[in-house]
T-cell receptor, first 117, second 113 residues
Framework: GAVVSQHPSRVICKSGTSVKIECRSL??????MFWYRQFPKQSLMLMAT?????????EQGVEKDKFLINHASLTLSTLTVTSAHPEDSSFYIC?????????????FGPGTRLTVL | GQQLNQSPQSMFIQEGEDVSMNCTSS?????WLWYKQDPGEGPVLLIA?????ELTSNGRLTAQFGITRKDSFLNISASIPSDVGIYFC?????????????FGTGTRLTIIP
């Protein structure tokens, strides 16, 4: 099956710093990537949809200036958490899909655990 | 954002028992998906449903897409220890699962020794 990787798998940073998380589709070209956030013992909440070469579409309540998304190529999307604060500590998961694969679905990465001190 | 309601929220069963969980929505979805998530990992797709009324199996797992397109259920037969984890349903307004997904609240499955 399709493989999506994320890097880093976990990161600890100080409050006020910025953190970049990478999401890569390893064996297919992803026209669309999605970024989700999951707080402990909660469900996945979609943050934004990212299409290659265009600006990301953010869900209501997600600050686009705080969570910068770049989808520069068909295999790479990045999420940058700017000026991170403890309340941004969460599990960030990306997924990647390729439109046109028929009844296919999106493939999820293993997630990145962000802890802001 | 919108969430799908899953029930039960948690289940404690003995190995070998059958499991049933369901997912309901106030709005229609055209695709229903079931995922399993292990601690500290991303969700893994179990079953995808694309047509109202569809019943699909994947080994010991069976899922159905409700005829009203507002619900779905997942059954696991003869549970084994590796079934432990959190199960999420997800709905898509598109006819494929590669579009924006809305996730359910999750059902945590625990197997009692």
């Amino acid at each position: 099956g399709a493989v999506v990787s994320q890097h880093p798998s976990r990161v600890i940073c100080k409050s006020g710093t910025s953190v970049k998380i990478e999401c890569r589709s390893l064996d297919f070209q992803a026209t669309t990537m999605f970024w989700y956030r999951q707080f402990p013992k909660q469900s996945l909440m979609l943050m934004a949809t990212s299409n290659e070469g265009s600006k990301a579409t953010y869900e209501q309540g997600v600050e686009k200036d705080k969570f910068l998304i770049n989808h520069a190529s068909l295999t790479l999307s990045t999420l940058t958490v700017t000026s991170a604060h403890p309340e941004d500590s969460s599990f960030y998961i990306c997924s990647a899909s390729y439109r046109g694969r028929g009844t296919d679905t999106q493939y999820f990465g293993p997630g990145t655990r962000l802890t802001v001190l | 954002g919108q969430q799908l309601n899953q029930s039960p929220q948690s289940m404690f069963i003995q190995e070998g028992e059958d499991v049933s969980m369901n997912c309901t929505s106030s709005s229609i979805f055209n695709t229903w998906l079931w995922y399993k998530q292990d601690p500290g990992e991303g969700p893994v797709l179990l079953i995808a449903l694309y047509k109202a009324g569809e019943l699909t199996s994947n080994g010991r797992l069976t899922a159905q897409f409700g005829i009203t397109r507002k619900d779905s259920f997942l059954n696991i037969s003869a549970s084994i220890p590796s079934d432990v984890g959190i199960y999420f349903c997800a709905g898509s307004e598109s006819n494929f699962g590669n579009e924006k997904l809305t996730f359910g609240t999750g059902t945590r499955l625990t197997i009692i020794p």
